[in-house]
T-cell receptor
């Protein structure tokens, strides 16, 4: 079955620490991969988009994601967390045969002062 | 700038009522989507539309219908609201497979 798995529904880091949010997908290499961010009481905002060819993708707010074909992973990182990064993050994949994106269940990032 | 608007941010309805959620996009996108978002379940696709008057069921269409009479507007209809439809509803349109979301409607069915 086609699925997107985000390991860890909640992640807590200290301000200034590395942020690592994990995403794995179950399919052959998709043409695109996405990360979205959702701040409280808001809709989802596109954080970054991977397209075939690149392995490291830079997004907004200092986030980046690395595509690893051998691991079917697309983990999101940020070198130094800021309080304003506290939000929920979703990984999304357009599986073959589906027009819509399939989303992971989300990871809520908490940043401690 | 990309803009998707939804008619209400918060809505409270009673069981059995017919509920309309409206979504408008100003980007001339052909594809529009309705998702619902529940804690721990992420986003689940209810319906999508790839052209005016064209629609396809998503993963959880039961209890919902949709209408797309104009390219910019995509409506979600709860024919007879039930308490298990209490949720956050997110509308989106797409370009190059990227989705652009509205702010969401938090619906409570009592």
């Amino acid at each position: 079955a086609q699925s997107v798995t985000q390991l860890g529904s909640h992640v807590s880091v200290s301000e200034g620490a590395l942020v690592l949010l994990r995403c794995n997908y179950s399919s052959s290499v998709p043409p695109y991969l996405f990360w979205y961010v959702q701040y409280p009481n808001q809709g989802l905002q596109l954080l970054l988009k991977y397209t075939t060819g690149a392995t490291l993708v830079k997004g907004i707010n200092g986030f980046e994601a690395e595509f690893k074909k051998s691991e079917t992973s697309f983990h999101l990182t940020k070198p130094s967390a800021h309080m304003s990064d506290a939000a929920e993050y979703f990984c999304a994949v357009p599986f073959t045969g589906r027009r819509a994106l399939t989303f992971g269940s989300g990871t809520r990032l908490q940043v401690q002062p | 700038d990309v803009k998707v608007t939804q008619s209400s941010r918060y809505l409270v309805k009673r069981t059995g009522e017919k509920v309309f959620l409206e979504c408008v996009q100003d980007m001339d996108h052909e594809n529009m989507f309705w998702y619902r978002q529940d804690p721990g379940l992420g986003l689940r696709l209810i319906y999508f539309s790839y052209d005016v008057k064209m629609k396809e069921k998503g993963d959880i269409p039961e209890g919902y219908s949709v209408s797309r009479e104009k390219k910019e507007r995509f409506s979600l209809i709860l024919e007879s609201a039930s308490t298990n439809q209490t949720s956050m509803y997110l509308c989106a349109s797409s370009r190059d497979r990227a989705l652009f979301f509205g702010p969401g409607t938090r619906l409570t069915v009592l």
